[in-house]
């Protein structure tokens, strides 16, 4: 391969290095930063909950119509269902490295509605709810109460309302995910009681159904002249344990009604009994925040960080957030050793070029093309969608080294035609990269050969 054109005008190769320069500056502050690159498939979680059931309850009326109706869907490649004693349901699809997450979502979505109609009606009044799954972790915070002055109820309450929400409106943040309950209206039944007036719990959930309900009521007057129009209200849902327990269970041959309240005993609480959380001893309720897919790690980040500091200054007195992980802590210090290694790696090349080469001409050109290949790098990474993330960054000082090589190469090669007797700058240097133009072209191919699979996808089997 001739290079001839890049030969004969020395100032058009000038002004092409420094437009590499100056894109690959542009690039640098608009790549993602992650700590380790997309190589993980997309994956789908369909979540849902049978009360009451137990787990093998739970795989026969729950996972199995629904692995039976997802099974198949475009680009799944693997599936896998978990169901707990709690009457927990979560089933995981993989799906084909380069799918749209997205779409796959809608795909399975679809096929979770074709299903609906084979599940228990408490599995489809609670609802089957269909997410990508996020996988990359940013920060795991706790919100608790040092002096115990709140407890967890409060906390998880005070989290859903207040702060969850908050965090998910900032860009970049993908999910956010509460290891927490929400409180609920808690109907502790009197086995022993229900059984004198021969009740059963779904005489029980009958009379919730359709005494604690949201409705048009209407109006009074309409279309009638000389009649003012009024239109009817009512409560609507019950909030409190007192409003619950008036509910009316049946009427009593003696005239009297039978209440809620007399067979059970209600109360606020939590939604579910099967955890338990706490900080350094006390009510604590800890969150998790997960980030998008192509996002900037240190920037989300920072965004969150800032939220949760305005958050605190509206947190009650003996409430405060406590950082328990953060991405951004191992990826400063992994990116600062990486950066380290890298000008490590740029001055021990210079004094060893200059050291062998004994020319200062001869040492500049190796340092102008570390220069121009390492900030050009970046507008590749760009163009070919990766992320500035510990394993790019990693590959960048290997690439220090071909680039060096070759920069050598190149100078050794046009002294030798000195040596030999050349008397023409021009004709030495075109006479030398004829020679070895093609080889250091096909050792930069090999090289991008070998980095970008790795770099893209990178062996994977779900467990």
Same mark, same amino acid.
């Given at each position: ?164 929400? =908050? #965090? @998910?409106? *900032?860009?970049? !943040? ?9 409180? %609920? /209206? ?72 039978? =209440? #809620? @309240?007399? *067979?059970?005993? !209600? ?9 338990? %959380? /706490? ?185």
């Amino acid at each position: 391969m001739k290079l001839k054109v890049f030969i004969e005008r020395p100032v058009l190769s000038i002004v092409i290095s420094v437009a590499i320069v100056l894109i690959g500056c542009i690039s640098l502050f608009t790549l993602p930063i992650e700590q380790f690159p997309s190589i993980a498939p997309p994956t789908v979680e369909v979540t849902t909950s049978y009360p009451g059931a137990n787990a093998e309850t739970v795989q026969k009326s729950v996972i199995i119509p629904l692995e039976e109706a997802i099974n198949g869907v475009e680009n799944m490649t693997y599936i896998n269902s978990t169901a707990s004693n709690a009457g927990d349901v979560y089933i995981t699809i993989y799906f084909k490295q380069g799918t749209d997450p997205d779409m796959a979502a809608v795909n399975v979505q679809n096929r979770v509605s074709k299903a609906q109609g084979q599940l228990p009606a408490d599995v489809t009044r609670i609802g089957v709810v269909t997410n990508k799954q996020q996988k990359s972790m940013l920060k795991a915070v706790t919100l608790w109460s040092p002096d115990d002055s709140y407890d967890t109820q409060f906390l998880n309450n005070y989290l859903a309302i207040n702060v969850i929400p =908050r #965090l @998910k409106r *900032i860009t970049g !943040v993908g999910e956010v995910t509460l290891l927490g309950s929400n409180y %609920s /209206m808690r109907i502790w039944l009197k086995p022993d009681v229900m059984a004198q007036y021969g009740l059963v719990p779904s005489d029980v959930t009958t009379a919730l159904s359709a005494q604690n309900i949201e409705s048009a009521t209407g109006a009074f007057g309409e279309n009638y002249e000389g009649v003012f129009q009024y239109t009817m209200r009512y409560k609507g849902r019950l909030v409190t344990p007192e409003e619950f327990g008036d509910i009316v269970i049946k009427s009593l041959p003696t005239g009297e009604v039978l =209440r #809620l @309240k007399e *067979i059970a005993r !209600v109360q606020l609480g939590d939604e579910a009994y099967n955890y338990r %959380s /706490m900080t350094n001893g006390h009510a604590g309720v800890q969150f998790m925040v997960y980030q998008t897919a192509g996002s900037n790690a240190t920037e989300v980040i920072g965004e969150i960080d800032a939220q949760i500091a305005e958050m605190s200054k509206d947190l009650p007195k003996g409430v405060e957030f406590g950082e328990l992980y953060s991405t951004k802590d191992f990826l400063d210090a992994s990116m600062h050793q990486v950066v380290k290694t890298l000008f490590e790696a740029f001055l021990l090349v210079v004094i060893i070029t200059y050291i062998f080469l004994q020319d200062v001409k001869s040492m500049i050109i190796p340092t102008i093309s570390i220069l121009v290949s390492l900030i050009g790098t970046f507008a590749f990474l760009s163009l070919a969608g990766f992320s500035i993330n510990l394993l790019t960054l990693f590959a960048l000082v290997l690439a220090i080294g071909i680039v060096v090589d070759d920069a050598i190469i190149v100078v050794e090669a046009v002294q030798a035609r000195f040596d030999a007797g050349y008397k023409s700058s021009y004709m030495a240097t075109y006479d030398a990269m004829g020679g070895i133009t093609s080889a250091i072209i096909t050792t930069t191919l090999v090289f991008m050969a070998v980095f970008i699979p790795v770099c893209r996808y990178s062996p994977w089997r779900p467990r």
